[in-house]
């Protein structure tokens, strides 16, 4: 009798696992001590849902993301990332960026309701503020034109 030999090999990772453990290895995060909800893990679902054109969801899993923790890597990179993500959602609003500190930023267009110089928060990183809150235009210091280039 001969003993059919198999060789078994071990699935592939998909895409998906390999970015997730280049991301570990970057930050340095180890899921049994750090939860996934961690910034970086965050970051990286924003960046997956914008890539299936779910810009809805990927700006509001930046509302969700608690900054206070992240290193300053993460703060830089979620602010590109969010920023990234609001100009495609954006693009055709007359949209502006309010930035109060590092790793905070909100993006904010003109009250559909009125012209009293109020403003919608339509997206935000690391504030308490929600889409959706009105603001006064002349409360906030350092708008910018959310658009690339342009100037106010």
Same mark, same amino acid.
């Given at each position: 009798?001969?003993?059919?030999?198999?060789?078994?090999?071990?699935?592939?990772?998909?895409?998906?696992?390999?970015? *997730?453990?280049?991301i570990?290895?970057? @930050?340095?995060?180890d899921?049994t001590? =750090?939860? !996934?909800t961690?910034?970086?893990?965050? !970051?990286?679902?924003?960046? $997956?849902?914008? =890539?299936?054109g779910?810009?809805? $969801?990927?700006?509001?899993v930046?509302?969700?993301?608690n900054?206070? +923790?992240?290193?300053?890597? +993460? =703060?830089?990179w979620?602010h590109? +990332? @969010?920023?990234? !993500?609001?100009?495609? $959602? @954006?693009?055709? *609003? +007359?949209?502006?960026v309010?930035r109060?500190?590092? #790793?905070r930023?909100?993006?904010l267009?003109a009250?559909?309701?009125?012209?009293? #110089?109020?403003?919608?928060?339509?997206?935000?990183l690391?504030?308490?503020? %929600?889409?959706?809150?009105?603001?006064? =235009?002349?409360?906030? $210091?350092g708008?910018?034109p959310?658009?690339?280039?342009g100037? %106010?």
């Amino acid at each position: 009798m001969t003993a059919a030999t198999t060789t078994m090999t071990a699935p592939r990772p998909t895409l998906e696992e390999l970015v *997730d453990r280049i991301i570990d290895a970057i @930050f340095g995060l180890d899921e049994t001590v =750090q939860p !996934i909800t961690s910034p970086a893990r965050a !970051i990286h679902e924003a960046r $997956r849902l914008r =890539q299936t054109g779910d810009l809805d $969801r990927a700006l509001a899993v930046f509302a969700d993301l608690n900054m206070s +923790e992240a290193t300053d890597g +993460e =703060q830089r990179w979620a602010h590109a +990332e @969010f920023l990234d !993500i609001a100009r495609r $959602r @954006f693009r055709d *609003d +007359e949209a502006l960026v309010y930035r109060p500190g590092t #790793g905070r930023a909100a993006v904010l267009t003109a009250d559909a309701l009125g012209d009293d #110089g109020t403003l919608e928060v339509r997206a935000v990183l690391g504030m308490r503020w %929600r889409p959706g809150k009105l603001v006064s =235009q002349r409360s906030l $210091r350092g708008l910018r034109p959310l658009a690339r280039g342009g100037a %106010r």
